[in-house]
């Protein structure tokens, strides 16, 4: 039964376009006032999904309930959802009260509803500016406003912070982020941005090409990927492929071609052709002897990035090239050229069966 | 001897002035970045350089040689943008050797240039295939492949990876700027995203509002920018306080509304208005107190996965603070107490001016 906990509920829902699958059996739920992003390359679904629940597209098959009630038919208007486009949209040639006002004029509202909304976004007393007298995030306050004005509980959000400046974005996710949760919305954010749906996300949902991934709390998703399509979107990861030989001290033992034994702490998988997936923050490196005696590689520096507090170093073992992140705090730092050893704690590893559609089409970055 | 040197260099564009009074001067070999907002200055940083836009003042030399009345194609430049600009209809080849084929009228002498510059970029797959069948990626390389053979030894990047998906776009900066170093090429690229300016510069230009805030190596920039400006821009998410210098001995003593840091000092008089900068990287928490300077209780009161990295919104006295942590450094909750210890920090001498204005982006 669904609680009035509940704000949507996607219930299998499946759309074709041709030939082309764009959503297969998509099903989840999202609780009132819960943030949710919803995570994948370009041509994975989103945008068709987000269609479908704000009611521009029909479903082929499958219902979409919001607040409990089926509104897989409803018009786009009759469905309580508001939106917030890409860059804000302001009118440049209207004052702020003006931006926010149209829309709730067009609906034939009250115009209580203008003032009310600025109030909750604490710009009332800039109604008579304009856009470009206002910054960043004050336009984006602007925004969520005209999108409140309009008198409803969930809003969608289709990739808010693309437009902006890089640094400014990240600034302003977290106040989006905060007035949400202020405001008491059901938010539905859709992004290609990794690091901005893990910082700001009460859960993420990762699609591809249509199908739901995985769904969960950022940690979760993040430290345990269902699949290395996951595991390599969300974060980098380096993998290897071997073959599983045995267990031991609850570790899975893989030997990797070129490399040899590979120790990942893991539950049993019942396939022998394995992949091994480290992150590269996950990777230790140190100039002397390792205290340990498994997992340990001899490898050479190829490449340092400065970037800031961050050092990436890519690594060459034996044929491979490592990629290991760390943070710079003066201790430790490595130029290309040195001779490093390089530790892989086998806690921090995944193991994953080898995919059926081969490890370079799984891990394909292209088209993103 | 140095490559690219722009002295006093304006340019207004109506009312606006997008390069005000700017000298420069890059080396021989230096793959340099120029970063700045939007509407900073650095395209057209970029465009005079190409002779795209003439300055209104100033000189412009490329090896010594006065260039401001010099054509764009005598500068042997090759321009690289972000919307990728390949013949749609000619295969990567006759992209490629397209320059030498008209400035030579040969096609042997074309194909063997072609080649030996194709030979060194790995660029031997799928020469006959049309650009629309390669990923971006690839026609961008395909670009600068056509820019080099074309005889250009300095190379003007544009925003090349800024159509490109990000994490292409992340391995792709390591090959161009090791091509630009294997060929011998001088490099200025121009990008918005300081991440990238800070893996592959040597030296890195900040640009605002048509001025050069600071000129230096991506370790001088990090470690001592010049101005609050450069230490929010480059770093993102600093917090900056304003301060009045409590005492000033071995270390100096900063009052930021009654909270003490001690700094160190880098010759500050006692009284004076500062601004304090402090990354977040630089502010380590901890469950327990732990000895030395800069120990101040606090409470959490945001935590926020960033998958590397968590980043947390703390409370020192009422002040609030950013501060991000390596995963591994331990997770702490929201509403929890810690100590926090700050670690390093920048000071300014305090310019008068509202902070917001100091640091903003417009």
């Known amino acids: 039964m669904i609680g009035n906990m509940e704000a949507l509920f996607v219930d299998s829902v499946s759309k074709k376009y041709g030939s082309i699958r764009a959503l297969n059996n998509v099903s989840f739920r999202v609780d009132k006032r819960e943030y949710l992003c919803i995570l994948g390359p370009i041509g994975a679904g989103k945008t068709t999904l987000l269609k479908i629940i704000s009611g521009l597209l029909l479903p082929d098959s499958g219902r979409i309930y919001i607040d409990g009630v089926d509104k897989t038919f409803e018009a786009p208007e009759n469905r309580g959802i508001s939106y917030m486009p890409q860059g804000y949209a302001l009118f440049p040639h209207m004052t702020v009260w003006e931006n926010v006002a149209y829309g709730v004029e067009m609906r034939g509202f009250s115009m209580d509803r203008a003032k009310e909304a600025l109030e909750i976004v604490g710009l009332y007393h800039r109604r008579n500016s304009y856009p470009h007298e206002l910054s960043g995030g004050q336009q984006q306050r602007i925004a969520l406003a005209r999108a409140l004005a309009a008198g409803t509980e969930i809003l969608r959000l289709d990739e808010p912070l693309s437009a902006l400046d890089v640094l400014i974005g990240v600034e302003l996710r977290y106040e989006l982020k905060r007035l949400a949760k202020k405001l008491g919305l059901t938010v539905l954010h859709v992004t290609h941005n990794v690091e901005e749906a893990l910082s700001i996300a009460d859960r993420v949902l990762i699609l591809k090409k249509g199908y739901v991934q995985q769904i969960g709390k950022p940690e979760h998703v993040y430290l345990n990927p269902v699949n290395l399509f996951v595991a390599n979107f969300l974060g980098e990861v380096n993998v290897f492929e071997g073959l599983l030989k045995g267990a031991r001290y609850g570790n899975s033992i893989v030997d990797v071609n070129g490399l040899g034994e590979v120790y990942v702490l893991s539950r049993p998988i019942d396939k022998w052709h394995v992949v091994v997936a480290f992150r590269p923050e996950d990777i230790i490196i140190t100039d002397g002897e390792s205290r340990y005696d498994i997992n340990v590689f001899k490898g050479v520096i190829l490449n340092r990035e400065f970037i800031g507090a961050l050092a990436k170093y890519q690594i060459a073992i034996g044929d491979y090239t490592v990629r290991v992140y760390s943070w710079n705090d003066g201790k430790c730092s490595f130029d290309a050229g040195d001779s490093v050893t390089v530790y892989f704690p086998p806690h921090r590893g995944i193991l994953y069966p080898y995919p059926r559609e081969g490890l370079l089409k799984m891990l394909e970055v292209e088209g993103l | ?362």
Request: charged share 25%; with cysteine; glycine share 8%.
């Open chain 2, 1 to 362: 001897m140095p490559k690219v040197k722009l002295v006093n260099v304006t340019k207004r564009y109506g009312e606006i002035i997008a390069l005000d009074d700017i000298s420069v001067e890059i080396d021989d070999g230096e793959y340099v970045c120029v970063v700045g907002p939007s509407g900073c200055g650095k395209s057209t940083f970029l465009k005079v350089i190409a002779g795209i836009v003439k300055p209104e003042k100033g000189e412009i030399y490329i090896d010594d040689v006065l260039v401001n009345d010099l054509p764009v194609r005598e500068r042997r430049i090759g321009f690289v943008m972000q919307d990728i600009l390949l013949f749609p209809h000619m295969i990567v080849w006759e992209n490629v050797i397209y320059g030498p084929l008209v400035q030579t009228a040969s096609y042997a002498k074309a194909e063997k240039i072609g080649s030996s510059v194709v030979q060194e970029m790995a660029l031997t797959l799928r020469k006959s295939a049309l650009p629309q069948e390669l990923s971006r990626g690839v026609q961008q390389k395909v670009a600068i492949a056509r820019a080099v053979i074309s005889g250009a030894n300095l190379l003007l990047l544009d925003e090349p990876l800024g159509s490109i998906d990000p994490r292409a776009a992340k391995m792709l900066r390591i090959e161009l700027r090791n091509l630009v170093k294997d060929l011998k090429l001088t490099a200025i690229h121009v990008t918005h995203n300081q991440e990238e300016a800070m893996s592959i510069a040597d030296k890195i230009v900040v640009m605002r509002k048509g001025r050069i805030e600071q000129y230096g190596t991506p370790g001088e920039l990090y470690y001592k920018p010049a101005n609050p400006f450069v230490a929010r821009f480059i770093g993102g998410e600093t917090n900056f306080l304003e301060g009045v210098v409590a005492s000033s001995g071995s270390l100096l003593e900063v009052d930021v509304e009654g909270l003490i840091f001690k700094l160190k000092n880098t010759g500050f008089r006692k009284g004076e208005r500062v601004i304090v900068a402090i990354r977040p990287e630089h502010i380590k928490l901890s469950s327990t107190k732990t000895a030395g300077e800069n120990v101040f209780s606090a409470k959490v009161k945001e935590v926020n996965f960033l998958g590397l990295t968590y980043r947390y919104l703390i409370e020192i006295d009422g002040l609030e603070f950013v501060v991000k942590q390596l995963r591994h450094a331990g997770v702490y909750k929201r509403n929890s107490e810690v100590y926090a210890v700050v670690r390093d920090a920048h000071i300014f001498k305090h310019p008068g001016l509202n902070i917001k204005e100091v640091i903003s982006y417009e």
